[in-house]
Structure formats: structure tokens, C-alpha cells
């Protein structure tokens, strides 16, 4: 129970705990006058996070650093003119689906996804490049003497292009890896609810910057756990000296306080030590002793004490009496020294019907001990916590490659996690509120795959975002002999073929026909708005004939286009319903109404009687100066709450 503070607030700490959440790579520590650490902001790395140039400062010194940081920083934070565009033909049930398949560079895609999912997406897991020497071909635009320097070193074209792999060769070796990963992994921070998680899989080449990145970007606070995955039985004969048998899964919460983190399902071998049964609950018997550290008497004087117990029944007591004669001491039955309860003298009494005395053998003679009764059915959902090794069969990352062979063909993508991997992620989680499942790398869309099949199994309603740069398939690989130009067609036919099967392997399953197999394809694109849309002022006062610059929308972009770009500015999910009727677009049961074609009062009449939340209309659209004038005062008297805008 909690105390009353019987105070007023600190303000200062409340300031704090803002500036923490907003800016955890702020926070440092220091030591003040009488030589006590102290709790306080670095200005430096402040001031570079609210400014839109670099900030010089102090020399960048021992939090975690590298050359260009400060620039990796500014690269999070510039804005971008970009939209998403989308591919109907490239999709799967474009109308009803709930997940999106987005091309393009990641960077950009999360920029451009941070304001729509800002604290909705539950769980991210990546796979990024492992910075081996030859998987890692990425082209963020750094400094002008980066560029310089790259050029001169042959790395890159004129285009900024890069023309080699990350050799470790190469002089910035780590430091492109670092100015890769930050960037995307603070906008992924923004986008994860107070409750999401991260999950990272990677292998010795970074994980010590990784989890250092990680620390500051999501504040070491908040670090979960580093999993060790057994991901070659045999080990991998590639590596110089040791053979390489496992990689790593590095988690992070958003707020660890709050962590959706629940644990794993008990396995068929875990229930079967519930052996006994009371009142027809199942229930293991568990040590009240305290094992492993701090069980020493010594450490935790307040939980050494007698339990009392009744040799007839086995009940225990507090208290002893002519009914419970045998006193039961924690002992450490190897060493002999005074141990410890896992239980506080108020925790037994509130529960002391849990609890069991029994005789056991300990060096060579019987004594009695203490037992918890642990109910099977303790909970909605009896969970263990997740172990930080993983080294199921299931695991084995060939597995991976498997599955992709079998559903596209041999070769097609190398190196794919195995589903059942993603799946034991998602399966750490509570999931029951069907949340969104993020994977920027998403390479042969595995994360995708588990998702589907994992709703499957369960009934449940996840849905997931894919981000993967299309790189291209060479004309000599598998992948492109088959038929795929880049990742990004391996990626989506792996879910299209996926969708299928699962649907076939469960067509018995009650409900199955209902299982979103869909997906939205969203292409990462220039803004579908001119310059002068951006820059009017620069342009009106040039000289020449405006009429081609009266409409600011590119000839080429469809009213669609429009659309996705208007829901990326408004915030709305790009997974919302979309109906279409000409040229006006209804998402989401009225919330938006856009209308991109010719308008006159009538239909701006009609539109505003639905009430919606916002209504938007190109500004080219009106018909008549009469449509024009008409448009606020329609608006006014059918709907004065709508919020209007206007391309």
C-alpha cells in the first residue's frame, strides 16, 4: 500500500522526468560540491537536439562517441519532402487489409511514419546488417568532407553512391555502421508505445556498440536483456578462429516500468511438474528457501526465522504449540549456514495456506523443510519468465533459409531468421490487443510470416508494417533468375505464398477464412507537391508565365497519391478503410473526406453534411470564385467543427 506523500510535488524532479523521456541521451551524471554524484543534463547534447545545424560545443567526450555523431543527430532530426505512394497491384486485399508493405529507404519511411505511428507500434524486431565486410551497402548523406573523403578513397560515385561493400578496411569502418543505426534507431524510440519493446538481432561484429547505442538512445535504464540465440548447432566454419555457434537478440523496453514483457507459454515439460492436485488444481511444489545470491542470513537478517509445522498434516504456523512441534529453519543444506525465506513473516501469514511442510532426506537423515504450492492456474495465463538462452532445434538458422527455399525457390534469399525465432519474440509479449508489429530490415518479410502464423494459431488480429530497401538481385543470383528484380519482390511473394499456405495448412480451423493474409504496398517516393508548393515566395517573384505553376501538384500523381500523402500530414493510419466515389475518398466512416477533382457548392454542400472530422480540397479544384467564397460559410452552418484544408 502506498504511503500519502503528505507533501507538494517537486517541481524540479518533474521537469526532469520530462526532459528524460523526451531526451534520455541527455541525461548524465556529475559530482556537486560535497563530492556526491548528482543527476544532471549535458547542454551540449541539448543543444544539439532542439537545433536544426550542428552545435559546436565541448569536445565530444566519454559517453559513447564517434566521428560524425553530432551530424548522425541532425540526420534524425532534419525534415524530409517525401511521401508514400501507393501500389495497388502490388497488393493483397488493398481494401480490407491491415498491414502495410512499404519500399524504400528505411530512414526516410520512419521519418515519414513518425508523426502517423507515434506510440503505436508494440513490438519492432530488426535484423540489420551485421557490418560482416560485405552486407552493408547503405547511402545517408553525412558532412561535405565525408563525402569528399569517400570519394576520394573510391567508395562512392558523384551520386553518393556507394560503389564498394563496409570493408574493414575502410577507415570509417565502425563509424558508417554508427551512422547507419542511430539515426533509424531514435526514430524507431518515437514510434514504440510506453509499453512496446525492441527487439535486435545481431552478432559480434557490433553488439558492444550496439548495445552502447542502444543505452543512449532508449536509456540503459531500459534494457531488457541480452539473449543469447544457439543459431548453428554445428558451428560456422567461416570464422578464423572459434567456430561460431550462436549470435545475439539484444532487447530494449521503452519504459521498463511498463513493459508488455509477460514471458513465455509453459512448455508440455514445464506443466508436467504440476503433479499434485488440490481441490482439482494442479500445483508443483517450490523451495520456500532462497536460492542463488544474497541467501545468506547475514544479507537478509529480517527473512531468518522459524516456521513451525505439524508432522501430522503438514501444515505450518507462525506460532509453535502442542500442534505444530517441528521448528523449520532455512538452512543451505550444502554448506549447513543459516539461509533465508523467500517470504516476509507478512507474506506467509496473508498466504499461509499455500503453503506445505514435508520431510526430505539431507545428509543422510530426514528433516523437514517448507514448500510453496505453485497453482497451475494462477493468472488468466500461467507464463515463465523468457530465458536469456535460446537453444531450441526450431532455432537452428538454416531453418530459415528452408522455409524460403520451399515457398520461392533454392537461393533466393540467404540467411533468412528462421519464423519460429520472430515468433518466440512475439510470443515474450502481451499481445492481446492486437498491436502493430514493426520490422524496418524486413528483408524475406520472416517477421511477417510469424505475425500471420501466429494469428493462426491463436485467433489473434496483429498486424504488421514491413520497410525494406529495394536492393537489387544480380543477374547471376537465383533470386533474379527466378524472377525477382530486388528484395523487395522476394519480400512481398514470400507473403503472398505464406498467406496462402497457412490459410491451406488451417482450413479446418473455425474462423480461418477471416485471417488478414493482405497487405497494403506503399512506395517511398518525392513529394507529390511541386517546389512552388514549398518555396511560393521564391517563385513569385520570378519572371515569367505562371499558368503552368496554378496547380502545385506533379502531372504525375493520381488523386490516390494524394490521398496517402494528405493521412501521412493528418496523422491518420495508412492501413485506414478507403472508400472511393470518383473523385472523392471517405476513410475511416467520415473522419477524413478529401475530394481532389472539380468542386462546386453543391458537392462541398454534400460533404459537409457528413460531418466529417476534416475535410481537405486542392486548391485548384474550385470551379468558380463562387465555390470559393461559398466554401467557409457552408462549412459553418452544416458542420463548423470539421477542420478544412486546403492543397
Not at 151 to 168: A, H, I, S, V
Not at 456 to 474: N, S
Request: hydrophobic share 35%; aromatic share 10%.
Amino acid at each position: 500500500m502506498d504511503k500519502l506523500k503528505m507533501q507538494t510535488p517537486n517541481i524540479a524532479d518533474g521537469k526532469f522526468a520530462a526532459l528524460a523521456a523526451l531526451f534520455p541521451n541527455a541525461i548524465t551524471e556529475t559530482i556537486d560540491e560535497n563530492g556526491e554524484v548528482v543527476r544532471a543534463i549535458d547542454a551540449d547534447v541539448l543543444a544539439q537536439e532542439i537545433n536544426n545545424r550542428v552545435v559546436s560545443g565541448k569536445e565530444e567526450r566519454y559517453q559513447f562517441t564517434w566521428p560524425d555523431k553530432k551530424k548522425s543527430v541532425l540526420l534524425a532530426n532534419a525534415p524530409i519532402a517525401a511521401t508514400l505512394r501507393p501500389c495497388r497491384e502490388e497488393s493483397v486485399d488493398f481494401v480490407n487489409t491491415e498491414n502495410l508493405y512499404i519500399e524504400g529507404d528505411n530512414l526516410d519511411v520512419l521519418k515519414l511514419l513518425r508523426e502517423t505511428y507515434l506510440n503505436r507500434v508494440k513490438m519492432i524486431y530488426i535484423d540489420p546488417p551485421y557490418n560482416t565486410g560485405k552486407d552493408f551497402i547503405y547511402e545517408d548523406d553525412f558532412a561535405e568532407e565525408t563525402g569528399e573523403f569517400l570519394r576520394r578513397d573510391m567508395q562512392y560515385d558523384e551520386q553518393g553512391n556507394r560503389l564498394t561493400p563496409n570493408l574493414d578496411s575502410n577507415g570509417r569502418f565502425h563509424t558508417d555502421w554508427l551512422n547507419m543505426i542511430y539515426p533509424r534507431l531514435r526514430i524507431a524510440r518515437d514510434l514504440l508505445t510506453d509499453d512496446g519493446v525492441i527487439f535486435i538481432s545481431i552478432d559480434d561484429n557490433e553488439v558492444e556498440n550496439l548495445k552502447k547505442v542502444c543505452n543512449e538512445v532508449f536509456g540503459s535504464v531500459n534494457f531488457v536483456g541480452q539473449i543469447v540465440v544457439k543459431s548453428n548447432p554445428r558451428g560456422s566454419q567461416s570464422e578464423s578462429q572459434l567456430a561460431g555457434l550462436h549470435e545475439y537478440i539484444i532487447v530494449f523496453s521503452k519504459n521498463i516500468q511498463q513493459s508488455a514483457i509477460i514471458g513465455h507459454q509453459l512448455s508440455e515439460e514445464m506443466e508436467s511438474e504440476y503433479k499434485y492436485s488440490e481441490n482439482g488444481r494442479a500445483y508443483r511444489l517450490l523451495g520456500l528457501r532462497q536460492r542463488g545470491g544474497f541467501w545468506r542470513r547475514s544479507e537478509r537478517p529480517n527473512l531468518y526465522f522459524p516456521i513451525f509445522a505439524n508432522p501430522t498434516n503438514g501444515n505450518v504456523s507462525l506460532i509453535q504449540n502442542s500442534e505444530y512441534t517441528e521448528s523449520v529453519l532455512p538452512i543451505q543444506p550444502s554448506t549447513g549456514d543459516d539461509g533465508s525465506w523467500r517470504w516476509s513473516k507478512e507474506k506467509i501469514k496473508t498466504s499461509i495456506d499455500e503453503l506445505i511442510a514435508k520431510p526430505v532426506r539431507r545428509n543422510g537423515e530426514d528433516v523437514w523443510d517448507i514448500f510453496q504450492k505453485d497453482f497451475l492456474d494462477r493468472g488468466a495465463e500461467r507464463r515463465t519468465k523468457a530465458k536469456s538462452l535460446w537453444e531450441e532445434k526450431e532455432i537452428n538458422y538454416q531453418n530459415g533459409t528452408i522455409e524460403v527455399k520451399e515457398l520461392l525457390v533454392s537461393g533466393a534469399f540467404d540467411y533468412a531468421k528462421p519464423v519460429y525465432l520472430v515468433k518466440r519474440c512475439i510470443e515474450m509479449l502481451d499481445t492481446s490487443d492486437n498491436p502493430i508489429i514493426l520490422d524496418f530490415f524486413s528483408g524475406s518479410s520472416t517477421t511477417a510470416h510469424a505475425v500471420m502464423q501466429l494469428n493462426a494459431e491463436d485467433g489473434g488480429k496483429r498486424k504488421f508494417i514491413m520497410v525494406q530497401l529495394p536492393v537489387i538481385c544480380t543477374n547471376d543470383s537465383e533470386a533474379y533468375k527466378a524472377g525477382f528484380k530486388n528484395i523487395c519482390d522476394i519480400g512481398k511473394e514470400r507473403i503472398r505464398r505464406a498467406g496462402k499456405k497457412i490459410k491451406e495448412d488451417n482450413k479446418d480451423k473455425e474462423g480461418i477464412e477471416n485471417l488478414d493474409t493482405g497487405f497494403r504496398v506503399l512506395i517511398l517516393d518525392s513529394s507529390n507537391m511541386k517546389d512552388v508548393y514549398y518555396t511560393p515566395v521564391g517563385y513569385a517573384q520570378m519572371s515569367f508565365d505562371l499558368e503552368g505553376f496554378m496547380d502545385n501538384i506533379k502531372p504525375d500523381r493520381s488523386d490516390e497519391d494524394l490521398l496517402f500523402q494528405v493521412m501521412l500530414d493528418l496523422g491518420i493510419p495508412l492501413s485506414a478503410k478507403i472508400k472511393q466515389d470518383g473523385n472523392t475518398f471517405n476513410v475511416d466512416d467520415n473522419y477524413l473526406i478529401a475530394c481532389f477533382g472539380k468542386v462546386d457548392t453543391t458537392l462541398i454542400t454534400e460533404i459537409a453534411k457528413k460531418k466529417p472530422y476534416y475535410a481537405v480540397f486542392r486548391d485548384s479544384s474550385f470551379l468558380n470564385d463562387s465555390a470559393m467564397v461559398n466554401f467557409e460559410q457552408v462549412f459553418s452552418t452544416y458542420s463548423p467543427s470539421t477542420i478544412r484544408r486546403v492543397l
